[in-house]
T-cell receptor, first 115, second 115 residues
Framework: ETGVTQSPTHLIKTRGQQVTLRCSSQ?????VSWYQQALGQGPQFIFQ???????GRGNFPPRFSGLQFPNYSSELNVNALELDDSALYLC??????????????FGDGTRLSIL | AQSVSQHNHHVILSEAASLELGCNYS??????LFWYVQYPGQHLQLLLK??????LVKGIKGFEAEFIKSKFSFNLRKPSVQWSDTAEYFC?????????????FGTGTRLTIIP
């Protein structure tokens, strides 16, 4: 079974630029969640996609946006990058739906550095 | 909104010592509870989970956790730690009334085992 894969592994951008991060969910999973993990902190929920629809959003501004594709892979887009966006971005997939009670499986993350 | 507190930021133990890491959450409704572990250079991995039933749950590698609803706690325990348990440990909660699988994480506890 293939796990959650994220690309790229590392990325360096400058303030004001835009970035797209990609995630392939684990086989059989239909739900993808994105998290931001700043240094020394726990992951913070950005948003979740279930069957191509946004299904919950954390306390992040609209310049953080996402997509989920029919094969359940996902993208996280961040516009107008700021220095505080420097973090590890984690993707997690699960088999979702009401009462599914399935845990999330995490990828290795994308380390984003803003100069 | 739910929150998770992990009071131990860095714990240092000798091999064979017993371990207990604290986790408290704030949310009055029904929750699913998780412990994730992040070994150096690796992705977050599920250690154990509580959904319902027996409040004492057993996970991988000899870890267990007890859900005490009256104390809003879900402490992680291991009777005898090994050097290979050196890692960062994260407690997480999913509040079931929001219709999604958003995980709220604590800030993590770094565990260092001295051989």
């Amino acid at each position: 079974e293939t796990g959650v894969t994220q690309s790229p592994t590392h990325l360096i951008k400058t303030r004001g630029q835009q970035v797209t991060l990609r995630c392939s969910s684990q086989s059989g999973h239909n739900t993808v969640s994105w998290y931001q993990q700043a240094l020394g902190q726990g992951p913070q929920f950005i948003f979740q996609y279930y069957r191509e629809e946004e299904n919950g959003r954390g306390n992040f501004p609209p310049r953080f946006s996402g997509l989920q594709f029919p094969n359940y892979s996902s993208e996280l887009n961040v516009n107008a990058l700021e220095l505080d966006d420097s973090a590890l971005y984690l993707c997690a997939s699960s088999l979702g739906g009401q009462g599914s009670n399935q845990p999330q499986h995490f990828g290795d993350g994308t380390r984003l550095s803003i100069l | 909104a739910q929150s998770v507190s992990q009071h131990n930021h860095h714990v240092i133990l000798s091999e064979a010592a017993s371990l207990e890491l604290g986790c408290n959450y704030s949310y009055g409704g029904t929750v699913n509870l998780f412990w994730y572990v992040q070994y150096p250079g690796q992705h977050l991995q599920l250690l154990l989970k509580y959904f319902s039933g027996d409040p004492l749950v057993k996970g991988i590698k000899g870890f267990e956790a007890e859900f005490i609803k009256s104390k809003f706690s879900f402490n992680l325990r291991k009777p005898s730690v090994q050097w290979s348990d050196t890692a960062e440990y994260f407690c997480a909660v999913n509040a079931l009334n929001f219709g999604n699988e958003k995980l709220t994480f604590g800030t993590g506890t770094r565990l260092t085992i001295i051989p």
